[in-house]
T-cell receptor, first 113, second 116 residues
């Protein structure tokens, strides 16, 4: 079974609007971490935001927020006020315990002017 | 620049040749990871080190692949007798494991390998 599922291969959003990128995960661990990364066409993976499984508040980092619904095992990324530079591939990842992360297959976001 | 660096950024080789990639992590980070990413997919874990100890290896890491981190600083990933299926982006990431910390992995720019 897929540990990380990103159901949206591609998304479009108008500049200055908000967009939500979906991520669901599968784990039986109580302690885990959820991450979102951005990968522009240059290839580098850029860390955006982190949510720990015990964190009660949703994580926020500037225009990024993580909508964490533990019971539904979802960790959606919300980008507010989209900019043209947000066009990229976005990956959701999970770390169970310490060590390696498991990544989803990504969502390509295109911001339209 | 204090980020993760990788060298080379691009490598073209012929099938059957050996290649070696280098990763320099963020200086105070004690963990170093290698991932492989093929087109249209997310990164797949290969192996990781804590300091100089290799703690886990994926079954993806065949006996043609070897990784080292001899002094707990930089790491090398060697692929022997390359095959066309080895063509991918090889990503290195580093992190600082500390008590109660989030252990966020920070990635380098990757090495793009093409095997002809």
């Amino acid at each position: 079974a897929q540990k990380i599922t990103q159901t949206q291969p591609g998304m479009f959003v108008q500049e200055k609007e908000a967009v939500t990128l979906d991520c669901t995960y599968d784990t039986s661990d109580q302690s885990y971490g959820l991450f979102w990364y951005k990968q522009p066409s240059s290839g580098e993976m850029i860390f955006l935001i982190y949510q720990g499984s015990y964190d009660e508040q949703n994580a926020t980092e500037g225009r990024y927020s993580l909508n964490f619904q533990k019971a539904r095992k979802s960790a959606n990324l919300v980008i507010s006020a989209s900019q043209l530079g947000d066009s990229a591939m976005y990956f959701c990842a999970m770390r169970e315990g310490r060590g390696k992360s498991t990544f989803g297959d990504g969502t390509t976001l295109t911001v339209k002017p | 620049d204090t980020g993760v660096s990788q060298d080379p950024r691009h490598k073209i080789t012929k099938r059957g040749q050996n290649v070696t990639f280098r990763c320099d992590p963020i200086s105070e980070h004690n963990r170093l990871y290698w991932y492989r990413q093929t087109l249209g997919q997310g990164p797949e874990f290969l192996t990781y080190f804590q300091n100089e100890a290799q703690l886990e290896k994926s079954r993806l890491l065949s006996d043609r692949f070897s990784a080292e981190r001899p002094k707990g600083s930089f790491s090398t990933l060697e692929i022997q007798r390359t095959e066309q299926g080895d063509s991918a982006m090889y990503l290195c990431a580093s992190s600082l494991v500390a008590a109660g910390g989030a252990e966020t992995q920070y990635f380098g720019p990757g090495t793009r390998l093409l095997v002809l």
